[in-house]
């Protein structure tokens, strides 16, 4: 995965967090998460605002959808 890979993020989050509210979890913290899930592999100096934002969103979409 890589920083636009926005919708797979998103499920990947929903599905290790599942008990997160992702509009509670700090751009810095979601950096890492992300960093951290499998499969992702890109540069971690390429992360900005948009692109954490953009995640963001489609995590809470996938964390909403479960509640």
Known sequence: ?????VEDIGI?????????????????DLRDRVLALPGFDD??????EPKLE???MAWYEEWKDAQ
Not at 1 to 5: C, L, P
Not at 43 to 48: I, L, M, V
């Open 12 to 28: 990947a989050l929903s599905e290790k967090f599942p008990n997160d509210d992702p509009l509670t979890v700090r751009f810095t």
């Open 1 to 5: 995965m890589k920083w636009t890979d």
């Open 43 to 48: 540069d971690a100096k390429t992360s900005n």
């Open 54 to 56: 953009a995640i963001q």
